[in-house]
């Protein structure tokens, strides 16, 4: 792979990309879905850096639609079970591509896969640059405060101990404040996303910026004002 694929390949495994293995870890390949109507553009572009690994040109996957009529409840009231109106989408379409399995995925998938879950390992701060971080952020990535210019990584998936692993990484390895954000899931369960606090906005936004895609501008706040309402100036020397 190019060091680009690499890098790249990091922050997708850290978002919502997925390896897997059917050859009990001998080749992986890499498995990525997006939205198609709100990040169609950004999968088609992850295809293309992967274009020379992908099995096929990415496929639409149909949304699931919400039933027509309701189903009844068990006294026939006809009370819904959870499904929503009718006419709406359980599901939205989405973008999917596969990659060839191959050897030269094996590091990846043996650094972040125990027992075919995802897991964050100890020396993830050698894999992560911040081109992977951009495109963590792209997959992963909000907006928490415009004001505030605080943003989050949604790391829902991983314990408190990798999230708080993760932001050692990244307050070490590219100075940027993030600490662990527990969150209550609708289900009751706690899980923790990652806030990067805007007081680490310029040092996020100048790495990230430079990797984002035109499409996924709206998941970054707009720079700050300079006080007075004017553009800074340099001195002349």
């Known amino acids: 792979m190019t060091k ?3 890098e790249v390949l990091v922050g ?11 050859d009990e870890g001998r080749t992986w390949r890499l498995v990525y879905s997006q939205s198609k109507e709100r990040h169609g553009a950004y999968l088609e572009h992850v295809h293309g850096i992967f274009a020379g690994w992908a099995l096929s040109p990415p496929a639409l996957i149909r949304g699931v639609p919400s039933p027509e009529k309701p189903a009844l409840d068990r006294d026939g009231s006809g009370a819904r079970q959870g499904d929503g109106p009718p006419g709406r989408y ?5 973008l999917k591509f596969t990659t060839i399995s191959h050897s030269s995925l ?8 125990r ?3 995802k897991v964050i390992p100890k020396g993830v701060g050698r894999l992560l640059t911040a081109r992977g971080l951009a495109y963590w952020y792209m997959d992963d990535g909000l907006i928490k405060s415009r004001q505030s210019k605080g943003l989050i990584l949604n790391t829902h998936s991983f314990s408190l101990a990798e999230v708080t692993l993760l932001c050692g990484v990244l307050g070490d390895k590219f100075a940027l404040r993030a600490t662990p954000r527990p969150q209550r899931l609708a289900s ?3 899980r923790h996303q990652i806030y990067i606090s805007g007081e680490s906005y310029e040092v996020a936004r100048e790495l990230i910026l430079p990797h984002l895609l035109p499409e996924m501008m709206y998941k970054l706040p707009a720079p700050r004002k300079p006080r007075g309402g004017r553009a800074a100036t340099v001195p002349a020397s």
């Open 4 to 6: 680009q694929q690499r």
């Open 188 to 190: 009751g369960a706690v």
């Open 106 to 113: 094996r590091f990846y998938g043996k650094a972040f896969y």
């Open 115 to 117: 027992k075919g879950l």
């Open 12 to 22: 997708l495994i850290l978002g919502d990309g997925r390896l897997g293995t059917q």
């Open 90 to 94: 359980r599901t939205k379409d989405r």
